[in-house]
């Protein structure tokens, strides 16, 4: 039986995701900071560079939960639901084809190696 690494995988880029946040976002979070937290970052007509940094660090947080929860399954011997797979890709192609230059392709192929290993496993269990 293959070891299945689709939720570590997921948990690696989650923080990867939260460690680049801090870094390339490291003036955008030190404002939130400074701002005192509370209603540091306005939503208005156009999202500013703050919450840019929020929101890159918030998906890769949920990242890290997904992954979490993955590994959980794969731990207990148990199939990975497709669902999430499908999500994933879809998130990485609909977002690497409006920012063909950027990480959202990462997700496109977490996404299918999620989808593959969910059907192999739950191909395992059928025999």
């Known amino acids: 039986m293959r070891q299945p690494i689709v939720g570590t995988l997921v948990l690696i880029v989650g923080v990867a995701d939260v460690a680049l946040s801090a870094v390339l976002f490291v003036d955008q979070l030190t404002g939130i900071a400074k701002a005192g937290f509370i209603g540091a970052v306005m939503f208005g007509e ?30 207990l011997g148990r199939s990975l639901p497709s669902g999430p797979g499908w999500l994933l890709a879809a998130v990485g192609l609909v977002g690497g084809l409006i920012a063909p230059v950027s990480g959202f392709w990462i997700y496109l192929v977490l996404g299918v190696l999620w989808i593959v290993e969910s059907r192999a496993e739950q191909a395992r269990q059928q025999v």
Request: net charge positive.
């Open 46 to 75: 156009r999202a500013g560079p703050e919450a840019a940094a929020l929101w890159f660090a918030v998906k890769g947080a949920l990242l890290v939960i997904v992954g979490v929860l993955a590994r959980g399954y794969e731990r």
